[in-house]
Structure formats: C-alpha cells, structure tokens
C-alpha cells in the first residue's frame, strides 16, 4: 500500500503581498504528476488544506479542482480539517463525497471509524480537536490538546482491536519536540500547545499536520510540512511530501514540490547590497531585508527593487543598535513641546534628525493644527 502523505496547503494564503494562487495550482499539478507517476493507492492532507475559515472563491475553486482530478486518478484521498479550517464548512458533503473516494474528516464523533483501503489497511482521520469543544462532547476530565487526543486515540484502538489489518492514523497537532516556524497559527489557547509523542503508539504510520517544516519525529511518525513556504523563517526548509511505503516494514521517501521562487533573507548596508557581487544570487528572490546603515536610507525600498524586484518586505537594524535610552516614556516627553517630540520620533525611526526641509515641514504642519483648533 503507497501512500503520499502531504498537509497544510493553505489555499488562499498569501506570502506577504505575493499571491500565491498560482504556485499551489502548480503544486497541485505536481501532486496528481506524483499520483500517477508513483502509483499511489492514497493521498493523505493532514489539515489546514485551506488557510482560512472563510476561503476566498478563488483558493475554494483550485480545491475543488485538486480533489476532482484526484478522484479521477482513482486514488482514495483522506483528508482532516486543521485549526485553520472550519470544520463545518469543510465537512458539508463529506457524506455524499465518500463514494467517490473523498473522505473528509472533520467531525470529532467519527474519529474511530476508519476509511478502510483495498488490502484492509484502516486509515483513521483525527481533525484538529478544539480542546473545549470535545472536552464536554466527550466529557474529559481535563482540558488541553493531550486530553483530547488521548481519547481520541483510545477511540482509535478500540476500533483497530476488532480488525487485523495495518493502521494509519492522521492528526493535526503540535507534537513535543516538534520544530515551529513564524506560519504556524498557535494553538497553545486553552493550555500546553504540545502533546507527547507516545499518544500515538500502536498504530503503523502517523501523518502529523500543523508544523510547517518537514520532520521525523520517529521512524513512523511525521509532518510533511506545508508544500510552500509561508514565512521568510522557512527559506533553509525542503518542500515536499511523504511517500510512504506500508508492507511488512515501513519504508519512506521524500518527493521534492516544485519551488516557485526561493525566498531568503539578508542583511547589510544598502550600497553594499545594490553593488556586491555577493548578493548577485539572490536577485530572483523573494527577499526580506534588513538594513544596517547608521541612518535610514531615503527611498530604500525603491532602490532595493532596482536590483531585487521581488523584496517583499525591509527591516531597520542599525550597526551597533540605536542609542540606549531606557528613561520610561512618560519621562521622555515631560517637558517636550509636540514638535520637539516629532522631532525626536523623526530621530529614532531613522537614525538621523530631521533636515533643514523636513523640520521646516513639521514645524508648518504643527502650526497649521493649531490654527484649525483656534479657528473651530
Ligand atoms: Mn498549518
């Protein structure tokens, strides 16, 4: 039995304000590429297959499609709602879409009812448990991620006990140890985000969602990680998905996704980064970068995309930190008229006080309020 385990596409999702639509369409093309090339018996979506509990049309439409071309593939597919989906929205249907090979688990109650593949394996889907939701359905006696996921397994259990095939389970969680990047939503409302890895013992393979970067938390336990990056902390991480082989042993393989464009983040000097040959490789990009000149550079953004046309987003850091005042605020302006305060806002932004003009500029703007006041 082959299966590909991927999680977390987040359609809809955008990288700062780059769309990203057209990269999960490719990813998309390159799953039911892997599909057929592998020939895989099902794919796995471990949650969070949309970014948001209310998707715009648009990532609602390239969902469809992916399930649809899956399904004509052949392929059963089993996917689990995560913390950014909305359950209810996601599951509407699920009942009518199981007969084509489409099982959508986003309902607590079925959690130990499996979707069962050709040769008998039991796939069982966990959603993403909200701790106080299924903490009075289930009547738990504590709260928190652990709790809930405990029971859910032991639900899980009981249903394997009565089959003697192999067993697959998917769930969406933080799993302790596990590695977070800056995408992840967290889930710690409510109690400790992390559940120990033993909840899930006895089962042959678990396909964990949530965290964004691919890692082995035991031989058959994983998170295939999101298939793009979403955050500028996930430029050193490899995209992909699981291929996992169930037989008498467990073998996996990592299948690479395409790669829309790296992303990378830099620091220096603005001139040095619009004339260093260095920086030459990072000129197709998308690029977070961060700025140490002493003063804050006029028109930085502009200039950067000159060379880098892809810089989505620019930090201020400069060499040696800004000078320490550690007065408390209200201390800081006793005394300091508006303007001066302008003044010294102007100063600690960029680095460098305002200029004969821009003083000039503040100082008419200043008036100008307190004639519109005099004059109400
Ligand atoms: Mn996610």
């Known amino acids: 039995m082959r299966l590909l385990h991927t ?12 769309d990203m639509l057209g990269a999960q369409a490719r ?70 879409m199981d007969a084509a090979g489409v099982h959508v688990r986003a309902d607590p109650a079925s959690v130990g009812t499996p979707v069962v593949l050709g040769d008998g394996t ?122 996992v082989d169930l037989g008498s042993t467990v073998r996996t393989e990592f299948v690479e996704a395409p790669v829309p464009r790296r992303a990378a983040r830099v620091s220096g000097r603005l001139d040095d980064l619009l004339t260093g040959e260095k920086w030459a490789r990072y000129e197709d990009h998308w690029l977070q970068v961060t700025l140490t000149d002493p003063s804050r550079p006029a028109g930085a953004m502009e200039r950067l995309r000159g060379r880098f046309p892809h810089t989505l987003a620019l930090a201020f850091e400069p060499e040696g930190g800004p000078a320490g005042d550690d007065r408390g605020w209200a201390e800081r302006i006793r005394d300091r008229s508006e303007l001066e305060i302008a003044y010294d806002f102007v100063r600690e932004v960029r680095g460098a006080p305002a200029d004969q003009a821009e003083s000039e500029l503040l100082h008419e703007a200043f008036e100008a309020c307190r004639r519109a006041e005099a004059a109400r």
């Open 122 to 243: 039991a796939v069982y889907g966990i959603p993403y448990l909200e701790p106080e939701v299924v903490r009075s359905g289930w009547e738990l006696p504590e709260r928190g991620h652990t709790a809930a996921l405990t029971e859910a397994m032991r639900r899980v259990r009981a249903d394997l006990a009565t089959r003697d095939g192999r067993s697959v389970v998917l769930a969406h969680a933080f799993v302790t140890g596990g590695e977070a990047s800056d995408s992840e939503r967290d889930i710690s409302v409510g109690g400790v985000a992390s559940v120990p890895m033993s909840v899930f013992g006895g089962v042959d393979y678990v396909a964990l969602g949530h965290l964004h970067g691919r890692q082995r938390m035991s031989e058959t336990v994983r998170y295939s990680g999101s298939p793009l990056a979403y955050s500028f902390s996930e430029e050193h991480q490899v995209k992909g998905a699981w291929l």
């Open 27 to 96: 990813f998309v093309d390159h799953l039911v590429e892997t599909v057929r090339a592998e020939s895989v018996d099902a794919v796995l979506v471990s949650g969070d297959l949309y970014d948001r509990a209310l998707p715009p049309v648009d990532a609602v439409a390239l969902c469809d499609e992916a399930l649809r071309r899956l399904a004509a593939e052949k392929v059963q597919v089993i996917v689990i709602s995560g913390n950014h989906d909305s359950a209810q929205r996601l599951g509407f249907g699920s009942g009518l």
């Open 7 to 18: 999680s977390d596409w987040h359609l809809g999702r955008s990288f700062h304000r780059e």
